[in-house]
């Protein structure tokens, strides 16, 4: 299946963008044609004399520890153009050449996912918010996919490992060096339950300067990215970023003006970001995107409308005010004779009403019911 | 000046509805030319029998006592169409007729003002937060509007009153009946630093059901309306419809997810609110309106920044990374070979600064310095 030629063009491949590979890539149509052409290819190239070394001699010894590695029923090595290789990641124009993954379930790659990330110190808070909502939309089908890191990461991880969704955890180096080490119980769990992911290979370590290009990977799996607590400088607002440039729904948790972790998320709302109050609130806005695509999760079509006070249709003023409107267009004049109340004290009520969305004000004065929004 | 029809028309006036006579005024040009007409336009009008009898024979000693109230130097009755009336308010299609006024500061009136509302039960976070800033506004010239309700609104007076742009109440009542008691002190406070406002003529008791109709004052003042914490059913959400309706400013304070009190601004932010976590937002947003209108705040000009954790300018290897790049488009190789750094390194530092809107990505991999914002 070309592992040969992948390996080759792997070990090769480090020296030079991913961009660079995946565009050679696509014009020759397989490793294997791309090791041939790369000779051609690199002389146009900055960089490249390393890398054609590389190509011209492999690294053997690299390539060996790489087959060992895969050796296991339960890794495999994901290349770009492979049926396995995930669609929404295809999309990327730097989607990376190749994922390593470890796990029991590597059909999570192609399901639908929704990236939880945040701060590595959140509050209390933060980090039950993080589990609650990766533990209902986990139950409810969703994936969710997260970077592994202390905090946020961490309890996203958590509430879904062992629920219907479940997790995929995208790491920053090699999957034989989890870090951070104390997540390497979580990492066992997760690659018992769900799936360990990297773009680098077995045996790199990782490096903070790949952990911004290892959240174009969570983002860029995902259909949406929730921020559940940052500061402005979290590297979740990077991973959110990247969802917004690959088009995808960004989500962010508000929180008080006095917790400097909101300050990343209120960030983002002001650039476009939904603001989540609840997890229920994600299903609803991923319903019609989950309906596009023909994917059917657990119970999106009987996803809980936001819970919220006591309506003002529990008020029986306001229930027979509803009752005598109907919904063709009626004047106050005549809502205030049908209801036996004064004009001023229907205008009051509708005006609440019409702010609930349950009644519109049309012109010259009338007013008519609306539907109920499920 | 008209007085006498003003009065006559006034005491006339509260069967019929505002929008009514505002364009029978506008209509007549003065209260006395409608005095005059008003037979013959209240013959059409389904509901001025009553008021048609209360024109023909004004009572005499509700006129009387409305005199002997307007007597007192600080107090005055502002009609809509004399010069006094604000011009903001004159906008609105449902106008008041004339605004009663106690109150050393009738300039106030005219003032570029900005509506701070909310929770009658705020949270001592929130109550401080009100407080803190209408005294930031107010010493920088904004004139803070409010309902002189508990909770917030008295707040947010308090912050205001003794400071340069000084605070404006607008009552749900006669301004002989301050409304809550509890405010009794406040209120005078206002009236001898700034102004209490109502469209209901002295003697006339507050109502609920007056309060949504006075808040369409509220908002129609100002150049803006800030909710600081309320719930889903807080009457502060009616005041941002107006503000909405009237094409003013609405801004949001968001809160913890767990806090009631913050959805009726999660609200408001996911219908187009614009999210503040600090005072300055406020002026920074309202700047460019008030420059277009000619007003020139204390220090509008001079507003801070928000203030945010330390910058990534001030970083070293940044610093230098912002130096070597410069405004002209550059490619990242070059940047890498003049900064010292591998081109990965470049890269996710690059990435980081374009978050931060210091560095713009441009076409074919190139990138620029950003000027700095303001």
Request: glycine share 8%; with cysteine.
């Amino acid at each position: 299946m070309g592992l040969d030629a992948w390996l080759t063009l792997l070990q090769a491949a480090q020296q030079v963008s991913t961009r660079f590979w995946l565009d050679a890539l696509k014009r020759c149509g397989s490793a294997e044609a791309l090791v041939a052409e790369a000779p051609r290819l690199l002389a146009q190239h900055d960089v490249g004399a390393e890398a054609l070394a590389r190509l011209a001699s492999p690294d053997a010894a690299t390539i060996e520890r790489w087959r060992a590695w895969l050796s296991r029923p339960d890794r495999s090595l994901i290349t770009f153009g492979s049926r396995d290789y995930p669609a929404r990641l295809a999309e990327l124009r730097d989607a990376p050449l190749a994922l390593w993954v470890e796990g029991r379930e590597r059909a999570l790659l192609a399901s639908p996912q929704l990236a939880i990330v945040g701060s590595r110190s959140p509050t209390t808070d933060g980090s039950r918010t993080a589990e609650e909502f990766a533990r209902y939309l986990s139950q409810r089908g969703l994936t969710i996919t997260s970077g592994l890191a202390t905090g946020i990461d961490g309890a996203s991880h958590r509430g879904a490992v062992t629920m219907l969704g479940g997790t995929v955890a995208v790491l920053g180096g090699g999957l034989d060096v989890i870090f951070p080490r104390v997540h390497a119980a979580l990492a066992a769990e997760i690659a018992a339950h769900g799936l360990l992911v990297s773009e680098y290979a077995p045996g790199v370590a990782p490096q903070k300067l790949f952990f911004p290009q290892r959240n174009r990977i969570i983002a860029g799996l995902s259909l949406g990215t929730l921020v559940v607590e940052a500061t402005r400088r979290s590297g979740s607002l990077i991973t959110a970023r990247f969802a917004m440039d690959y088009g995808r729904e960004v989500f962010a948790i508000p929180g008080s003006i006095h917790n400097p972790l909101a300050r990343g998320c209120h960030h983002l709302i002001r650039q476009g970001a939904k603001l989540v109050e609840e997890a229920a609130d994600i299903l609803i806005e991923l319903a019609p995107l989950l309906r596009d695509e023909g994917i059917t999760l657990a119970s999106v079509a009987s996803a809980p409308a936001t819970a919220d006070e006591a309506p003002l249709t529990s008020d029986p003023s306001y229930q027979n005010l509803l009752k005598v409107l109907g919904f063709s267009p009626t004047p106050i004049a005549d809502l205030s004779a049908r209801a036996n109340l004064t004009t001023a004290e229907v205008s009051s009520m509708l005006l609440l009403l019409e702010l609930e969305g349950l009644v519109e004000a049309l012109p010259g004065g009338r007013y008519s019911r609306l539907g109920k929004k499920n």
